[in-house]
């Protein structure tokens, strides 16, 4: 049997069977809080090292372990919902509320920023590589009226039109990626922190 169709196999089982369907939809509605909002809840036991061992405490930051399932949760949330991040299974001490609160609000902060300076990068890459695939390409209509190295003329065609390419790659593709990314990120950075035991 072909990949393609044990593929198709598959999603069509997966589609007959209600009880092993289980969908983003699904998935909010069991975290669902008002409408658009999202609930997270964080468990820290009380034998849990809340903030990183190596960090050292001006820093204040977070057990990595923490981000990576908040991460994981939040992957399957539309960039739309609001998040509330939600510590729960100890008693916080308000100076532990504030740290904490602090150290989410900075860790998905650095990131928007993170984003926004990735985008402004791609789109200067972009630039470069079309202003150099345009000029390769005319010193390949020149050359090909003055020069008779079919070599060299076939060569500088392939450098221009690779580097158009990679700009047109740049914009439509990579830069829909990065701006996906930065929605996800602004939904981060807005999210909201609660405390319950």
Not at 66 to 95: A, K, L
Not at 140 to 161: A, C, D, P, Q
């Amino acid at each position: 049997m072909k990949k393609k169709e044990i593929y198709k196999k598959r999603l069509a089982a997966l589609k007959q069977d209600i009880k092993k369907k289980y969908t983003n939809k699904k998935f909010i509605e069991e975290r669902s809080g008002d409408q658009f909002t999202t609930v997270i809840d964080v468990l820290l036991p009380e034998d849990f090292n809340i903030f990183n061992p190596l960090s050292p405490a001006k820093y204040g930051m977070l057990n990595p372990d923490i981000y990576q399932y908040i991460d994981e949760q939040v992957y399957f949330i539309p960039s739309e919902y609001d998040i509330v991040i939600n510590f729960t299974g100890r008693e916080f001490s308000s100076d532990e509320k504030d740290q904490i609160t602090k150290a989410v609000e900075k860790h998905y902060n650095l990131q928007v920023y993170d984003k926004i300076d990735d985008i402004y990068r791609n789109r200067l890459l972009g630039i470069f590589l079309l202003i150099f695939g345009i000029v390769a390409l005319a010193i390949y209509f020149l050359m090909n009226f003055r020069n008779k190295n079919l070599i060299m003329i076939e060569i500088v065609s392939i450098v221009g039109t690779f580097s158009i390419w990679e700009a047109v790659d740049c914009w439509l593709i990579q830069g829909h990626e990065r701006r996906v990314n930065l929605r996800n990120a602004l939904q981060m950075a807005h999210l909201s922190v609660t405390f319950n035991k």
